[in-house]
């Protein structure tokens, strides 16, 4: 398949979680595109920003 995984789907443990499942990463992806196409996408952000920004700071893996 010619799509890799990025650090972020790896740093989120989606790799190890889904047995590097590639059509399961996409779908989750697609997934996450249409929660950003709803009504409440503001806040889903500021919630995903508020998780990832802390993954990042603390090196965490999930």
């Given at each position: 398949m010619l799509i890799?995984?990025?650090g972020?789907?790896?740093k989120s443990g989606l790799i190890a979680l889904t047995g590097d499942d590639r059509a399961v990463i996409l779908g989750a992806?697609?997934?996450i595109?249409?929660?950003l196409r709803s009504e409440d996408s503001e806040q889903?952000?500021?919630l995903w920003?508020?998780?990832g920004k802390r993954m990042f700071e603390n090196n965490?893996?999930?």
């Open positions: 890799e995984p990025g972020p789907v790896a992806l697609a997934e595109a249409a929660r889903t952000i500021l920003r508020r998780r965490e893996t999930d």
